[in-house]
């Protein structure tokens, strides 16, 4: 299928308190910025991720968000390719058979709520830094990142400063680029939810099973999580689109049904050649 291009924003859905929340947000976090602007860790981690790049060169990666269309995906057949899982995916990684190559969260809630768990991932872990409290910092298997605060989002191939898109598989794009994959095949990106929830706004999980991710518990009730940023993570889906295939780099979306149109379509089996 011919991806669809981003040209323009409906404003309608820029609104007063979604801009307004946003600037909250950012003044909020300035003192923990500077503090970590200041410390001897952001050097050390921004080391530890250089040492990372182009480790995958002309390689393959699989990165699997978390819709529910992957409860459908036979993840067994992809025990041998390189993967990238996110946020609570890990619940599941003992069904699949194998534990993911790389982790990646950005979400405050998710990895403030869920931090025993993650810590503990036997794999390669990437985690925003504005969590960094929360996590052993001198674990050679975690990697800080430094998530920018600016108004509008950039493909980040530097590793210095990642925007985040407001959906933490922006990120993941821009850590498979940075790892030097050629091509990156997106699944469970459903790009579709159910709750009306506002774009970024915390909301606490009531009792009812969860039907926008893969797993009925992913987000279990009590639990507060954010409605999800449909317009804001489309357009830095292209921002992702375009610097690939300006470097020969491909991004494939091989979810079964999604509603993004940004990428190009192809089935997983075809295109990993099973």
Not at 154 to 161: A, L, N, P, Q, S
């Amino acid at each position: 299928m011919t991806p669809k291009r981003v040209n323009r924003v409906n404003l309608n859905e820029i609104t007063p308190q979604r801009l307004l929340h946003a600037a909250r947000r950012r003044l909020v976090s300035i003192p923990e910025r500077v503090d970590w602007a200041t410390s001897g860790l952001r050097s050390s981690h921004f080391h530890n991720l250089d040492a990372l790049r182009d480790k995958h060169k002309s390689e393959t990666v699989v990165i699997i968000a978390n819709g529910p269309s992957l409860a459908d995906v036979d993840m067994k057949a992809l025990q041998r390719v390189p993967t990238i899982s996110m946020n609570r995916a890990y619940l599941s990684w003992q069904d699949w058979g194998f534990t993911p190559s790389y982790f990646v969260s950005i979400n405050g809630l998710v990895l403030s709520q869920f931090s025993d768990d993650i810590a503990l991932l036997p794999c390669t872990k990437f985690v925003d830094a504005r969590s960094r409290a929360a996590y052993p910092v001198d674990d050679p298997e975690l990697i800080l990142l430094n998530t920018g605060s600016g108004l509008t989002d950039r493909f980040d191939v530097t590793g210095r400063k990642f925007s985040t898109g407001g959906t933490v598989t922006f990120v993941a794009l821009q850590l498979a680029y940075i790892l030097g994959f050629e091509t990156a095949i997106l699944i469970g990106l459903d790009h579709r939810f159910s709750s009306t929830v506002s774009p970024n706004q915390p909301s606490t999980r009531d009792s009812s099973p969860d039907r926008d991710h893969f797993r009925p518990d992913y987000f279990p009730p009590g639990v507060q999580w954010q409605g999800p940023d449909l317009v804001r993570s489309e357009v830095a889906y292209e921002l992702a689109r375009k610097a690939y295939e300006a470097d020969g780099r491909r991004i494939i979306d091989a979810t079964d049904g999604g509603a993004c149109e940004v990428f190009t379509r192809q089935s997983l089996t075809s295109v990993l050649g099973l």
